[in-house]
C-alpha cells in the first residue's frame, strides 16, 4: 500500500506505472451483446481526455458538483476517475437542479435539463459512438472528448480530505473512499492481478466498490457486467472461466 496513494486518481496513476498493458475494465451490456475491454493505459487516455474536457471545455473547478445520471458502464467509470482528478464532486444519480453541471445518459435527458450549467450526454452506444442527432441543449461527449489531450494536468491540486463522491445519501472524501475500497478489497479477497466480475449496478457504494474501486485499489480488474439478468446461467459459468474471473459480486 503506497501512503501517497490518497484518491481514486493517485490509483489509477498507480496502476499506470505498475503494468500499464494488463487489463483494468471489461465491460459487457447483456442486452445489446457488446464487449469492449479497457488496458489500464486506455482507461488512463479516456480519463485523461475526460478530465481535460472537465477542466478546460466546461470549465469545471475543484468543488464544483457534478450530477452523474449514468448507469453501470465503462464510459460512467472513466467519469468517475476524471472527477477525482480534477477534484469534482461526482454526485452519482444526484439532483441536477443542485448540481453546477450534469453529464447524463440517453434515458436521463428530461431530468437532466433541470441542470443549468453545463450539460453533456453520453448515448451509450457500442464502441463509444455518438448520438445520430445531439439532443438539444446538451454537448455530445463522443463529439468533444476525441479532441482532448492526452495527458491531463489540474490547474489546482486536488485535495485528498474534500468531497469526491456523493451516492446513495452518503459523501465521501477521496481519502475515505480510497481507504473504504482497499478495506472492501480485502473482504472480497482481490489481490494484485485478481479479476472481478460485478453484476450490480452503480446506484449505491457496494456497486460502486465492486464495479470500479474496490479491483482498482487492489491491483486488480473488474469484469463489469450490465444487464446481467438476461444472460443465461450457463452462459455466465462460461464468462467466468473466458475472463479468468478469481471472484464475483452478482
Known amino acids: 500500500m503506497n501512503a501517497s496513494e490518497r484518491t481514486p486518481a ?37 480519463v485523461a481526455k475526460t478530465s ?24 460512467t467509470a472513466v467519469w468517475l476517475l476524471a472527477c477525482s482528478s480534477v477534484g469534482v464532486v461526482a454526485d452519482v444519480g444526484g439532483d441536477p437542479a443542485a448540481a453546477d453541471l ?18 453533456i450526454a453520453l448515448a451509450l452506444r457500442p464502441l463509444g459512438g455518438r448520438f445520430p442527432q445531439p439532443p438539444e441543449g446538451f454537448a455530445d461527449y463522443a463529439v468533444e472528448v476525441p479532441g482532448q489531450g492526452d495527458r491531463f494536468a489540474p490547474y489546482v491540486p486536488v485535495d485528498a480530505d474534500a468531497p469526491a463522491l456523493a451516492v ?56 463489469l457486467c450490465r444487464n446481467l439478468d438476461r444472460l443465461p446461467a450457463q452462459d455466465l459459468e462460461k464468462r467466468i472461466g473466458s475472463e479468468r ?6
Open 245 to 250: 474471473v478469481t471472484g464475483t459480486a452478482v
Open 10 to 46: 493517485d490509483l489509477l496513476r498507480s496502476a499506470l506505472a505498475a503494468d500499464p498493458a494488463r487489463p483494468l475494465v471489461t465491460f459487457y451490456d447483456d442486452a445489446t451483446g457488446e464487449r469492449v475491454e479497457l488496458s489500464v493505459a486506455t482507461f488512463a487516455n479516456w
Open 168 to 223: 446513495g445519501g452518503v459523501e465521501f472524501t477521496g481519502a475515505q473512499l480510497v481507504k473504504r475500497a482497499r478495506a472492501d478489497a480485502a473482504d472480497l479477497g482481490l489481490a494484485p492481478g485478481s479479476r472481478l466480475l460485478s453484476g450490480h449496478g452503480y446506484a449505491n457504494w457496494e456497486g460502486l466498490s465492486a464495479g470500479l474501486y474496490a479491483p482498482l485499489a487492489s491491483g486488480g480488474s473488474v469484469v
Open 102 to 119: 450534469v453529464v447524463s445518459g440517453p434515458d436521463t435527458l428530461d431530468a437532466a435539463r433541470a441542470c443549468s450549467g453545463e450539460r
Open 52 to 75: 481535460n474536457l472537465l477542466q478546460d471545455g466546461l470549465s469545471a473547478e475543484p468543488g464544483d458538483r457534478l450530477a452523474l445520471l449514468l448507469p453501470a458502464h465503462w464510459q
